[in-house]
């Protein structure tokens, strides 16, 4: 098996290998695992009859899972999400499906599982009430078993999602069934769900030992002699240490037995050689193999330290971290493997080291790919408490459901070794009375019940520690701060021992590809409410780094600070990609928000190159802005660079100087007079040319240019292409400020699911075949239709221009 494949491309519809999230390898004797996407109806309202056997469907809509039905509607003021939740529709509505099982399935165990539904999910099958979830990002599953028919017999499964009352968060969250779904068949007995936990106590280059808990579940009504044999494999699928024992378990019971392993010379899990192992545990009755699961294992230690940050294998590492929403853009909430791959490889080729999944529990896959891609994971859980920051967020079901949802939280990713800090909250009001103390410790003592090799961690927005009582509890291992970058000096002395990370910082406004001139100052908003924001009508925001809101700075201000101390661990800025809602401060019709580095169709804006320039060792010599102005206008030319000692600009072949930086500078600027051209800078380090960047004056519009980000895509339903989107003038230059309307046609293996093009307050719907180009730039997202037919997009714009197309092989 690749690793790098998704878990929706090693599952078909029948037996396959399963995912890596303490799940099982799947074999057609032993444990099965169904792809249950496929072959939904759905209809938006109210149905309570659509539990019951007889129902009528024929009108209600066909589709496939996961589905967000929030991101196919239209942006409204009036909806009552608000531009803070998108402006998008949220509602209530219902799926079925019907399907059947074969005889061969009668003496089986079978559960369906649920990676995320939002919101408040009921699910029945034939008729049978199963029970409810209202966090809508916890994964969830229910034994079928009971109410199950096989043979020619029909079952039918419905699931009601409310969404209605709203606001339910403060940014958008989308509707509907968004995260996968399986159908798992097993034995009688087999692992239980998330019945594995390893631990990695002892790690060295020379060794490792290996505590694996196991939890075997029988559901027969007699006892059962099993042999447990647990190999652990690396990455070749090479055993390299091995454990068994026979076990005896009672009727309708449960097991838990530890193995413990030793692994000679490990191949250690970091952020740049992210090796990972896999734990596989065969479960044989009378020698048949009646169960095999696997779950993942990479060998690393780390620790926080009170002076000197964080440590990796020993290497004193700083953490370059970003804040995630969990929309995947003009997806909606969908979570497509495809999708969170480019997201997170946007984000690695940055530089950054590590992710926080903000404000909520994340996908599977996103876990899967951080542990493969070597990227550290703040694993966060809740937003809210019993104190509401909108009306029905889920301050409504703390009370009742915070345990259990905090334990299924932990026992889901508590194996995946990218993951190294537990958030149980994110700017949490009872840090601010003294509730906080006891839920604090409450909820600290959950997490270490299931797991206590990783600390325990919040986000804080109170900095002086007689004012904070979620500090007071004693309960967390590791201080998170959010935006408290001109504090950081007295830290040490406000928090005499105590381990400290940016939790979350920066909140800087920009909008991709907008340049407002002068830059000389920083300008923060509202330095008291009421001010005027310093942007523009059209709800645009200077791309250059010098707005920020009033309890944030800049990205270059943030950085300069986090890099200073070493007892800051490292930094979490807000945030990587622009995400849906939370606009602030703008009033519709913006609908998503500014923080980000990269925009919401994932063009990275420029500060991006000041970070690559920072947190990566690429070779970096990045202009801005575009060169595409009036005559004589005086434009602020900026650069990032690294790995050279100084840069020389050039217009039009003239040396306009040299310009090094200075003290803990981290750009560069000149004030150029425009003249059409050719702008050009080098960079050199004693003396010798270590890079050249040109940005050139494009001319009239000639054709379109589309570039996909690749060549071939599979035809299982899944795979997505990403194809950018350009105006050229004849020499094939971009044109920087084209706004055209960009149509589409598509043909073959794929179909369109999204358009966008970044703009923060474009009111075009994300489910089209046209869009406009944005700062000369547009997106079109293409899906495996499952046909098994080579892809061609045309693109065609008014006016004398040339279509644009590209050729995507599938197969």
């Not at 009421?530 to 944030?552: H, K, M, Q």
């Not at 080098?682 to 980000?709: F, P, R, W």
């Amino acid at each position: 098996m690749k690793r790098n494949k998704s878990f929706l491309q090693k599952i078909g519809t029948a037996a396959v290998l399963f995912f890596l999230v303490a799940c099982a390898t799947t074999k057609k004797e032993s444990r099965i695992v169904t792809d249950f996407n496929p072959n939904w109806n759905f209809k938006l309202g109210d149905y309570p009859a659509a539990i019951q056997a007889d129902f009528d469907a024929n009108d209600w809509r066909a589709l496939d899972l996961p589905h967000d039905w929030s991101i196919e509607g239209t942006f409204s003021k009036e909806h009552p999400t608000k531009p803070q939740g998108g402006a998008l529709p949220a509602g209530m509505a219902w799926y079925r499906k019907s399907f059947t099982l074969p005889e061969s399935a009668k003496n089986k165990s079978i559960a369906i599982e649920f990676d995320g539904v939002f919101c408040n999910s009921e699910v029945w099958i034939n008729g049978h009430y199963l029970g409810k979830r209202p966090f809508g990002y916890i994964s969830f599953s229910y034994d079928l078993t009971p109410y199950l028919k096989f043979g020619n017999q029909k079952n039918d499964i419905a699931v009601k999602v409310d969404n209605d009352a709203q606001p339910s968060s403060r940014w958008y969250t989308g509707s509907g069934i968004y995260r996968n779904v399986r159908l798992v068949t097993t034995d009688k007995v087999h692992v239980a769900q998330w019945g594995t936990y390893v631990t990695t106590p002892e790690v060295s280059k020379e060794k490792a030992k290996v505590v694996y808990e196991l939890k075997i579940q029988n559901d027969a009504a007699i006892s059962k002699n099993v042999k447990v044999i647990t190999n652990i494999l690396d990455a070749n699928n090479r055993s390299v240490a091995q454990s068994e024992s026979s076990e005896t378990i009672a009727p309708l019971s449960r097991l838990i037995k530890e193995h413990t392993l030793e692994v000679k010379n490990p191949k250690l899990w970091d952020t740049k050689n992210p090796n990972m192992y896999k734990v596989v545990t065969k479960i044989f009755h009378n020698k048949t193999l009646v169960d095999e699961y696997e779950t993942p294992l990479g060998f690393r230690f780390f620790a926080f330290d009170a002076e000197k940050g964080f440590s990796l294998n020993g290497v004193p590492t700083k953490i370059y971290g970003v804040c995630l929403h969990h929309d995947n853009g003009a997806l909606g909430a969908v979570a497509n493997y495809h999708a969170i791959k480019r997201k997170l490889e946007i984000m690695k080729d940055m530089g950054a080291n590590a992710i926080r999944t903000a404000h909520n529990p994340p996908s599977l896959e996103l876990l899967q790919l951080c542990d493969e891609m070597g990227l550290i994971v703040q694993d966060e859980v809740f937003d809210v408490w019993k104190k509401k920051k909108v009306s029905n967020d889920y301050n409504k079901y703390f009370d009742e459901w915070h345990k259990r949802d905090l334990e299924d939280f932990i026992k889901r990713d508590r194996n995946h070794p990218s993951v190294m800090m537990w958030s149980i909250g994110n700017e949490i009001r009872e840090q601010f009375d003294s509730t906080g103390v006891s839920i604090t410790r409450e909820l600290a003592q959950i997490v270490k019940s299931l797991d206590k090799t990783r600390p325990v961690t919040s986000a804080l927005t109170e900095n002086e520690p007689q004012k904070n009582f979620i500090y007071q509890s004693g309960a967390l291992d590791l201080l998170g701060f959010n935006y408290k970058h001109a504090d950081y000096a007295t830290f040490p002395e406000r928090f005499k021992g105590q381990k400290i990370v940016a939790s979350e910082s920066v909140s800087a406004y920009a909008t991709r590809g907008h340049y407002d001139m002068p830059t000389d100052e920083i300008r923060f908003w509202p330095k008291k409410y009421g001010e005027t924001f310093p942007g523009n009508p059209d709800l645009t925001v200077t791309a250059y780094d010098n707005i920020a809101s009033y309890w944030g700075t800049t990205h270059e201000e943030n950085w300069k600070a986090a890099k200073k101390y070493d007892f800051i661990a490292g930094t979490f800025v807000w945030t990587g990609f622009d995400y849906i809602g939370e606009p602030d401060p703008y009033p519709y019709p913006a609908r998503s928000s500014y923080f980000g580095i990269v925009d919401l169709a994932g063009f990275p804006k420029d500060v991006y190159y000041m970070y690559q320039s920072e947190w990566s060792d690429k070779t970096v010599l990045h202009l801005l802005p575009h060169w595409n102005w009036k005559a004589g206008q005086l434009i602020d030319v900026w650069a990032y660079y690294n790995n050279a000692d100084e840069v020389e600009l050039f217009l039009n072949g003239k040396s306009l100087g040299s310009k090094a930086k200075k003290g803990d500078e981290l750009h560069i600027a000149w004030k150029v007079p425009f003249e059409a051209g050719t702008l050009k800078a080098v960079s050199k380090k004693a003396g010798k040319v270590v890079k050249e960047t040109e940005i050139l004056t494009a001319g009239e519009a000639a054709k379109i240019n589309l570039q996909a980000d690749k060549s071939t895509i599979k035809n299982d339903g899944y795979d997505l292409a990403y194809v950018t989107v350009t105006l050229q003038d004849k020499d094939g230059n971009a044109l920087p400020t084209a706004d055209n309307l960009i149509n589409f046609k598509v043909s073959g293996g794929a179909k369109i699911v999204g358009v966008d093009n970044g703009y923060q307050a474009s009111l075009e719907p994300f489910k089209a075949d046209y869009r406009k180009l944005y700062n000369g730039k547009c997106l079109v997202i293409l899906k495996s239709n499952k046909k098994a037919e080579n892809i061609t997009l045309e693109a065609t714009t008014a006016g004398n221009i040339s279509l644009g197309t590209v050729n995507i092989k599938v197969e």
